[in-house]
């Protein structure tokens, strides 16, 4: 074009005069490391051992699909000593607030753990989440990343149901997820014997635990109030493995 115009230019020149211009390339962003992990080694199974009702509680999700290809979510919370399913919350979505609703109802009906373990999902590190429990003198016990086999009780429930429930079964709502998985938790509760609890289901294992252990100091040895129930020790009871 330049040339026509009786100006005398270089090739290289006149191709980039009629070059379209390209658009400048967006800034990279820098690269997350660690995921803002929060867990350590400390509270895994090994270093954190339940040592009586209430000490421990693990939470964890199991996900899968209704008919219609929806996502379904299924929130479990165990109680880490005497492996009793104590609720689970089903829903299509599940966030920190939902999380923190459901605990609170099982506080009031369970009574409080000392401590709660998890993974380092968003639900459960949630500031929303974890101040509320140190509030109600509950704490936070995240494992390390990727790191499932240091919160094993709650991953073997959830293996647990969905090698007897979910992967048989097709829900077409969430209503009749709700129903079905209520059901089998009962039973795992108390029909189904386990290996841990010298083939007790996990209700006699606790019912039994807290009548010894009441004989033992007098009182119902629940929920004790000290926070320094890690490394408290729980009499002469013994401890499932």
């Known amino acids: 074009m330049l040339v026509t115009e009786g100006w005398a230019v270089k090739p290289q020149a006149d191709r980039a005069a009629v070059a379209p211009r390209r658009a400048p390339r967006p800034a990279r962003r820098k690269k997350r490391i660690g995921n803002d992990a929060k867990g350590a080694a400390a509270n895994s199974i ?3 051992p339940a040592m009586f009702p209430n000490h421990v509680w693990s939470l964890d999700f199991v996900s899968m699909r209704t008919t ?14 005497t492996r009793e399913c104590l609720g689970t919350l089903v829903a299509r979505n599940i966030g920190a607030g939902d999380v923190k609703r459901f605990l609170a109802k099982l506080f009031a009906r369970h ?5 709660l373990r998890s993974d380092n999902g968003r639900e459960f590190t949630a500031e929303l989440l974890t101040s509320w429990l140190l509030d109600q003198d ?5 494992v390390e990343k990727a790191s499932p086999q ?10 647990t149901m969905r090698d007897d429930l979910l992967n048989g079964e097709q829900f077409h709502s969430v209503l009749e997820a709700r129903v079905v998985i209520a059901e089998w938790v009962e039973r795992y509760n108390t029909v189904r014997p386990h290996r841990g609890l010298g083939m007790k289901t996990p209700a006699q294992f606790a019912a039994e635990w807290r009548a010894q252990a009441k004989e033992i100091v007098g009182r119902p040895l629940n929920n004790p109030t000290s926070r320094q129930a890690r490394s408290s020790k729980a009499g002469t009871v013994e401890r499932p493995v």
């Not at 009574?111 to 401590?115: E, I, N, R, S, V």
């Not at 509950?138 to 995240?142: H, L, Q, R």
């Not at 240091?150 to 293996?159: D, I, K, L, S, T």
């Open 46 to 48: 090994w270093n954190l």
């Open 138 to 142: 509950v704490e936070p016990a995240p």
């Open 150 to 159: 240091q919160n094993a009780y709650v991953e073997r429930f959830n293996g």
């Open 68 to 81: 219609d290809g929806q996502a379904l979510r299924i929130l479990n919370v165990v109680d880490d000593f």
């Open 111 to 115: 009574g409080k753990p000392h401590f």
